[in-house]
């Protein structure tokens, strides 16, 4: 069974820090986009971070630039993301995301989240 599992979330004070984890089972996605969406109470689900299958390509929303880092461990399957100088507004379910497809960042394997909450 392929799946995605986050790990890493919880509560932190405004301007702490996190690492987020997905281990990914099940298959390789070594080669295969990967990336980071969150998901805050009452809003839409929206990209934070991706990377392509090498690493050599990353992108991140606006908001998070700066503070968030994106990156792949391709050898333990594994996505991670740093979360530094969080804020209140960081405050939002994460999850993982993967494209079973080469060369393409469309996103259809997803994990089943974990909560960051940012306290001021």
């Known amino acids: 069974q392929v799946q995605l599992v986050e790990s890493g979330g919880g509560l932190v004070q405004a301007g702490g820090s996190l690492r987020l984890s997905c281990a990914a089972s099940g298959r390789t996605f070594s080669g295969y986009a990967m990336a980071w969406f969150r998901q805050a109470p009452g809003k839409e689900r929206v990209l934070v971070a991706d990377?392509?299958?090498?690493?050599?390509?990353?992108s991140y929303a606006d908001s998070v630039k700066g503070r968030f880092t994106i990156s792949r461990d391709n050898a333990k399957n594994t996505l991670y993301l740093q979360v530094n100088s969080l804020k209140p507004e960081d405050t939002a379910v994460y999850y993982c995301?993967?494209?079973?497809?080469?060369?393409?960042?469309?996103?259809?394997?997803w994990g089943q989240g974990t909560q960051v909450t940012v306290s001021s």
């Open positions: 990377i392509s299958g090498s690493g050599s390509s990353i």
């Open positions: 995301a993967a494209s079973r497809r080469l060369g393409t960042r469309y996103y259809d394997l």
